[in-house]
């Protein structure tokens, strides 16, 4: 990959993943504010998080087993 392509694609990464994130989340809060306040937020955090959480765990006994079988 040329130095120029790395560079374009960083500016890419750097528009649409990152600053994109940031609007959503924004958004997403302000949506909720005017929905009914701030005090729903956490009744959505929580379940997403511990979501996250438990496809880490998965996919982390999984790569584990991976090495194991692998090794």
């Given at each position: ?38 005090g729903p937020l956490p ?29």
């Amino acid at each position: 990959m040329s130095r120029e392509d790395k560079y374009k694609s960083k500016a890419v990464t750097d528009t649409f993943v990152y600053r994109g994130g940031d609007w959503l989340g924004a958004e997403a809060v302000g949506a909720l504010r005017r929905a009914h306040g701030v005090g729903p937020l956490p009744a959505v955090a929580i379940p997403v998080c511990a979501t996250a959480a438990a496809v880490g765990v998965v996919l982390a006994r999984a790569a584990a087993r991976r090495r194991a079988r692998l090794a």
